[in-house]
């Protein structure tokens, strides 16, 4: 068993709000260790890393130097560290089509158990994904030792059809892996009085919003640090099932979260929210293939 046996249904989960070194693997692995083995000491079950937590963010031509697949040296890393805590860890993955996807992988008990391939590559402002990275093309729901969990990785979320396809699949943790930079500053302050950038209170309301609508926990994974002049803005948090956020990192420093989350919350928000009980699914698909008929008869030329 990983780390400290858990209580039944309560799960204690750390995120390593971390900042990275651009581009050195080793470097950042061995932070990752550090902070897992804080982690178990502390009696967490699952430790998450932000976005590429394992390269950093602005790698441009350097994503295939960093790539790794499985097998490599430090997959198996991941999969030994995992021995000790289940881990969440970003990464860029090469596919054996020698693709290049930013991807975040659970890892448990020395096994991979699941990889996601972030799906939406945003091209505006300062990002530029899709020149470098293929897209992925799946969003599933998996079994993990601490429950139903699903992975998004930070721009997927900003689509609300991608939450919304994970959530018909009823996950217990949704996990927001992130490397959200500070755009504009907020117009009023988070809790406490502290100053946030616009870009934080948005992430700080959409998953609110997110884990009450859907009755999920939450965990979003932001990152620190600075890379080629933009700064990240941390401020990583846990929200539960009824949209109460139950513990907020700093912003812009790096620190280990840690929160207890309980599953009877999610089986008490359903019962008084019953959104995905109540979901009509037929009726959403029959209107998407309505709409997109429409879209492509009103297709210019």
């Known amino acids: 068993m990983n780390g400290t046996p858990l209580k039944a249904g309560s799960v204690r989960i750390a995120i390593d709000q971390l900042s990275m070194r651009l581009g050195d ?27 590429l937590g394992l390269t950093g963010y602005h790698l441009k031509d350097a994503v295939c130097d960093v ?31 020698h693709q290049y996807y930013n991807a975040a ?43 139903r969990v699903a992975i998004l990785i930070c721009e997927d979320a900003w689509h609300p059809s991608a939450v919304y396809l994970a959530s018909l699949q009823n996950p217990e943790i949704l996990i927001i892996p992130s490397s959200s930079p500070m755009r504009g500053v907020a117009a009023r302050p988070g809790k406490r009085g502290t100053r946030r950038a616009a870009s934080s209170a948005g992430w700080e309301e959409m998953n609110r919003t997110y ?10 994974a932001n990152r620190v640090g600075v890379e080629d002049g933009v700064g990240f803005s941390g401020g990583s948090h846990i929200v539960d099932p009824h949209g109460q956020t139950t513990a907020q990192a700093p912003y812009g420093e790096e620190f280990l979260l840690l929160a207890d989350i309980d599953k009877s919350d999610i089986r008490r928000s359903r019962q008084q929210t019953p959104v995905i009980r109540d979901e009509n699914f037929e009726f959403t698909f029959s209107e998407m293939e309505r709409i997109r008929r429409l879209r492509w008869e009103q297709e210019p030329g």
Do not use: C
């Open 25 to 51: 693997l080793d470097a950042n692995l061995e932070k990752l260790e550090v902070a897992a083995e804080k982690a178990v000491s502390k009696g967490a079950g699952l430790l998450i890393t932000p976005e």
């Open 67 to 97: 790539a790794i697949g499985r097998g490599s040296t430090v997959w198996r890393r991941l999969e030994k560290l995992s021995k000790r805590i289940d881990l969440v860890a970003g990464f860029v993955e090469q596919s054996r089509a």
């Open 105 to 147: 992988g659970y890892f448990s008990a020395g096994e991979t158990t699941h990889v996601h391939r972030k799906v939406y590559l945003p091209t505006y402002g300062m990002f530029d994904e899709q020149r470098y990275f293929a897209r992925g093309s799946r969003i599933d729901v998996f079994e993990t030792r601490i429950g």
């Open 211 to 220: 884990a009450r609508l859907y009755s999920v926990h939450l965990a979003y």
